[in-house]
C-alpha cells in the first residue's frame, strides 16, 4: 500500500476502520526514510514501533484512540525527544540526548502519534536553504536539483517526498513558511504564544515558534489543533479555549494588500501568479483593500538585528561545561570556551553571534533599541489593518527554490529570502503558506495567508477555501 499517498485525516479514518496496522505503516515510512537520498532525515527512531504496536493493541481491545493514532511524524532535530538524539545539526550537540520531552512532543504522543525520526535542519535553526547543517544540505524533496529550504529544511523536504505525512519544524523569521513554499506543502506558524516552545533549543526566544508542515490545509489544522493551548513550561503560552473552525464565506471576506510590500514585490519573478490571486478572489466576490503598515520595509533589519542578539544570548550555555562537545586538553576556562565554540559552531552561527554581540554592546545598543522599536510599529501596524480587513495576502518568498550548485552564499542574499516571511514574527500575528502555482523553471511557489492574533481558525478557513478552489487558477 502506499501509505504517502494519504492525507493525515484520511490515514486516521483508515487505520480506525482496520484496514492496515499502525506498525505496518511505521515500518513503511522509515524503510522509505532509510532509502531516501534526500539527506532530509538524519536519524529514524527504533521504537517508532513499539509506539505504533500500542496503537495497534488500542484497536484491537476497542480502546479508545487519539486523533493522530498511528500518523508517522518526523520532528525537526531542534525539538526535544526524551532518549533521543537532538543536535541541532551542530557538530556541538552530535551526541546529545535529550533529557526530557518537549510540550509538543507530549501532546503528539498523548494523541497517539508515531514519531519515527529527527529532521536535518540549518545549524541551530540559522539559515534559508538549509545549507549550514553540519550534516550536509537536504536535497528539495520534489527535485533534488533544488535546496529545500531553511532553516526546516529536512522536514518539509521529508514530507513533500512522503517520508512522513506530517513534520514539525520552527520559525523565527520563515523557517518553517519558506521551505513549505519551495517544496510544494502547506507550512504554518501560529499566533505566538498559542503552541508551547517548551523543549525548543533556542535561537530567538521571543520571535520563534514550533510551525506545522502538512500536504494539506485540513492537517494543518487538525496538528494545530492538537498542539495549541496554554503550558505551565511556557510563561509565554497564552490561555486560549478550544479550538473550533470558523466559518467563511468569500463574499464577505475583506482581503489587505499592503502597498509596501507589493512596491517590494513589484519586481520578484513571480509577481504574475499573485496577481492572478487578487483576480481569483476579487471575482469570487471578496473585497481587496489596499492598507499601509509602518516600518514593515524594515522588518528584515529590525529582525537581524534582534534575532542575533538574543542569539547570541541563549547560545551562551554551549560552552563545552554542561552540552555537548568538550576539550580534556584545555588549560583553563577560557581556553575550553574558545576551543569548544571555535571548532563545533558552523559559520552562520558564528557569524550570528558575532552581530548579536555587537548589537548589544554598550556602543551600539542604540541599534538593538531601534529593531525593538520597527517591531513595535509593525506589530502596531498589524493590529490597525485587521480593524478593516479579515486578512492580508503576501508572497511567501521572492522566487522559487535556487538550484543546488547555484546556492546562496552571500549572507546579505541569504538574509533577503526572508524578506516578506519576517513580518509575520515580527508581529506575532499567525501566517500560513500554501501551494500558489509554479515559477519559470517549474519549481512550486507559495501564497502567504495572515490574520490577525488569535484568528488562525480564520486562516485556516481562507486557505481551504484556496486550496479547494486553486486548480481553477
Not at 278 to 292: D, N, Q, Y
Request: aromatic residues 10%; glycine residues 8%; hydrophobic residues 40%.
Amino acid at each position: 500500500m502506499e501509505y504517502e499517498k494519504l492525507s493525515v485525516i484520511d490515514f486516521v479514518k483508515e487505520i480506525r476502520a482496520k484496514k492496515f496496522t499502525a506498525e505496518s505503516a511505521a515500518k513503511y515510512f522509515i524503510d522509505r526514510c532509510k532509502k531516501s537520498k534526500k539527506n532530509a532525515v538524519l536519524q529514524t527512531f527504533d521504537d517508532a514501533l513499539t509506539l505504533a504496536r500500542a496503537v495497534d493493541k488500542k484497536i484491537a481491545a476497542g480502546s479508545p484512540i487519539g486523533r493522530l493514532a498511528g500518523v508517522p511524524i518526523i520532528i525537526k532535530d531542534n525539538i526535544l525527544y526524551k532518549g533521543h538524539i537532538s543536535s541541532a545539526a551542530s557538530k556541538l550537540l552530535s551526541n546529545f540526548v535529550s533529557p526530557y520531552n518537549s510540550t509538543v512532543v507530549n501532546k503528539l504522543l498523548a494523541e497517539d502519534a508515531v514519531i519515527i525520526g529527527r529532521a536535518n535542519m540549518d545549524e541551530f535553526a540559522m539559515g534559508s536553504t538549509g545549507g549550514y547543517s553540519a550534516f550536509g544540505i537536504a536535497k528539495n524533496g520534489l527535485n533534488d536539483d533544488y535546496v529545500s529550504g531553511g532553516s526546516s529544511a529536512g522536514s518539509a523536504a521529508a514530507v513533500s517526498a512522503g517520508l512522513c505525512l506530517a513534520a514539525l519544524g520552527t520559525d523565527t523569521g520563515g523557517s518553517v513558511r519558506c521551505p513549505a513554499a519551495w517544496n510544494g506543502i502547506v507550512g504554518s506558524k501560529s499566533t505566538y504564544g498559542t503552541i508551547s516552545r517548551y523543549g525548543l533549543i533556542a535561537f530567538a526566544s521571543s520571535i520563534e515558534q514550533c510551525g506545522i508542515f502538512s500536504k494539506t490545509v485540513a492537517d494543518n489544522e487538525l496538528l494545530y489543533s492538537v498542539l495549541c493551548g496554554k503550558d505551565a513550561h511556557d510563561a509565554t503560552t497564552l490561555p486560549i479555549p478550544k479550538y473550533t473552525p470558523a466559518p467563511f464565506d468569500v463574499k464577505k471576506l475583506r482581503i489587505g494588500r499592503v502597498k509596501e510590500i507589493w512596491e517590494m514585490a513589484n519586481n520578484i519573478p513571480t509577481i504574475a501568479q499573485y496577481n492572478r490571486v487578487f483576480e481569483f478572489f476579487e471575482k469570487a466576490g471578496a473585497t481587496i483593500v489596499p492598507v499601509s503598515i509602518k516600518n514593515i520595509a524594515l522588518s528584515l533589519a529590525g529582525y537581524y538585528t534582534v534575532a542575533t542578539a538574543e542569539a547570541s544570548s541563549n547560545l551562551a550555555r554551549f560552552d563545552g561545561v554542561k552540552y555537548g562537545a568538550g576539550d580534556n586538553n584545555a588549560e583553563g576556562l577560557i581556553e575550553l570556551y574558545k576551543n569548544v565554540r571555535s571548532r563545533n559552531f558552523g559559520p552562520e552561527v558564528k557569524r550570528r553571534i558575532m552581530t548579536g554581540n555587537y548589537n548589544l554592546g554598550a556602543e551600539d545598543f542604540e541599534t538593538y533599541r531601534i529593531g525593538t522599536e520597527v517591531f513595535a510599529d509593525v506589530k502596531k501596524g498589524f493590529a490597525d489593518v485587521f480593524k478593516a480587513v479579515d486578512c492580508v495576502l503576501i508572497p511567501t518568498t521572492t522566487d522559487s527554490a535556487p538550484r543546488l550548485n547555484e546556492e546562496i552564499t552571500d549572507p546579505v542574499q541569504l538574509y533577503l529570502i526572508d524578506l516578506f516571511t519576517v513580518p509575520a514574527n515580527a508581529a506575532g500575528v499567525p501566517a500560513l503558506s500554501v501551494p500558489c502555482g509554479v515559477s519559470s523553471v517549474g519549481m512550486p511557489i507559495g501564497l502567504q495567508i495572515t490574520c490577525a492574533k488569535h484568528a488562525d481558525n480564520k486562516m485556516y478557513a481562507i486557505a481551504k477555501y484556496w486550496e479547494a478552489q486553486n486548480g481553477k487558477i
